[in-house]
């Protein structure tokens, strides 16, 4: 989820950072994959034009999507949990 500052697409600038951050992040799983690392990513496509790109960018690479759909109350419920875990160890 985003932050809450980010997370209004009337702040401007908020969507351009986020979409910025998401690009950085695909490029990212590209590099370890040239790397030869295997990675696991959990990733949130909020947008069809966020999944497009990641598509292009990974067209040639070994990338599985699993596509998982679950309410957004259970999204947040999750991210709590792992707040907690990676502040308290």
Partial sequence: MLPE??????????????????????????????MGVNVVVEHVF??????????????????LFVHVICPVEELRRIEKIVRLRYWTG
């Fill in 46 to 63: 909020y947008h069809k034009e966020l999944v497009d790109e990641c598509v292009e960018l990974l067209h040639e690479y070994p990338v």
């Fill in 5 to 34: 500052k980010y997370n209004n697409p009337n702040k401007p600038g908020a969507m351009s950072v986020c979409l910025k951050a998401i690009a950085m992040t695909h490029n990212t799983i590209k590099f370890f994959s040239d």
